[in-house]
């Protein structure tokens, strides 16, 4: 079966961060993702349990991006303020009025629907 993983280990995130897709059958989604000799980790322990290995070091060894798993991990997730602000930018006609949306809603510059 293929698929494609989403999320903040997501394969589009691997791809914007400058992984390259390879494809393999046996591999998560069928393609894993290199970049400098290193592979993108979608979920390190599901990885742990089907490698049968216990510590990231244990990964490491076999070439996997530890570090940037847990740097992707600890960012800060984006605020749905923020994510609503970026709707508005898009969408906007005239900046910094309001976005017609449906049945008198309206998106603000803020980010607020009213």
Not at 57 to 75: A, E, I, M, P, S
Not at 94 to 102: A, H
Request: aromatic share 14%; hydrophobic share 25%; proline share 3%.
């Amino acid at each position: 079966m293929s698929y494609k993983y989403v999320g903040k280990h997501g394969c589009d995130v691997a791809l914007r961060m400058g992984y390259k897709e390879c494809p393999d059958e046996n591999a998560y989604g069928d393609a894993y993702y290199i970049k400098d000799g290193l592979k993108w980790i979608f979920n390190i322990t599901g990885l742990k349990k089907r490698l049968g290995v216990y510590s990231d070091d244990d990964l490491r060894k076999q070439n996997y991006d530890v570090d940037t798993y847990y740097r992707v991990k600890n960012q800060q997730e984006e605020s749905t303020d923020d994510e609503m602000q970026s709707l508005y930018h898009n969408l906007a006609v005239e900046e910094g009025e309001p976005v017609y949306l449906e049945e008198g809603m309206y998106l603000y510059p803020d980010g607020s629907i009213r």
